[in-house]
């Protein structure tokens, strides 16, 4: 678990991650100038079916070599098992359903930001399977940093883009950190399976809101009887 108060580790996450997206951001403002209006209709469509189909698309994929060593799930249909393994805690479930509905509705909002999240998110799927060759950890992560920054500085959204995304990744470190208490699980995910977590975390909300009274009732049990536990020691 890490050192400090949740909030403040939640506030270093979001000036982190939103700090690395509006650099990106920068240096493409640099190099294109301003933003060139928003993205077409068609572009959207695209955008959403990519992250829809990210997870088949990116298994289909060839892949380039051996996977290196730590990376021990060559699709996501083998990762998929693991992300739910590590998201057994009643009170992490249910946090996940607002964390990816609330950045999915905010997102949504602003059709360039709904498309910088789409491509960031899709793309970075297929991009992990093209890098199981890669021993370099968090390579991932960084190219979805690209993707993002270039994108929604494109369509005139680098700073709500930022921001959104940075929050997303806060609260799922958090969440993993003191509810979930798995933090080192989920650090390994984010070192090289980045995408495949967020691609993951999208198809495990929608399993927990379709089930979400007895998630809810779950959850407020755990959370009731850690209260009981703690008051107890």
């Known amino acids: 678990m890490p050192k400090g108060h949740p909030v403040l580790v939640w506030l270093e996450e979001v000036m982190l991650v939103a700090g690395k997206s509006l650099l990106v951001s920068a240096v493409t403002w640099c190099a294109i100038g301003t933003s060139r209006g928003g993205p077409s209709a068609v572009t959207v469509c695209v955008s959403v079916a990519l992250l829809l189909a990210s997870a088949r698309l990116a298994d289909c994929i060839p892949v380039f070599g051996q996977p290196a060593e730590e990376k021990v799930y060559s699709t996501f249909r083998e990762f998929w098992p693991r992300y739910l393994a590590e998201h057994r805690e009643p009170r992490d479930r249910v946090a996940h359903v607002f ?112 089930n979400f009274p007895q998630e809810l009732f779950a959850a407020r049990r755990c959370a009731a009887a850690r209260a009981t536990a703690g008051r107890q020691a």
């Open 99 to 210: 964390e990816f509905f609330g950045v999915a509705a905010f997102m949504a909002a602003d059709s360039g930001r709904l498309v910088a999240f789409c491509l960031t998110i899709g793309l970075g799927s297929l991009i992990t399977r093209l890098l199981l060759h890669s021993p370099e950890p968090r390579l991932e992560g960084k190219l979805m940093y690209l993707i993002g920054g270039i994108v929604s500085q494109v369509y005139g959204v680098p700073i709500t883009f930022a921001l959104g995304y940075a929050v997303w990744l806060a609260f799922d470190f958090v969440g993993h950190a003191y509810l979930g208490e798995n933090a080192k699980a989920a650090a390994f995910l984010g070192r090289h399976y980045l995408a495949w977590a967020l691609v993951g975390q999208a198809h495990f909300a929608c399993r927990v809101a379709a």
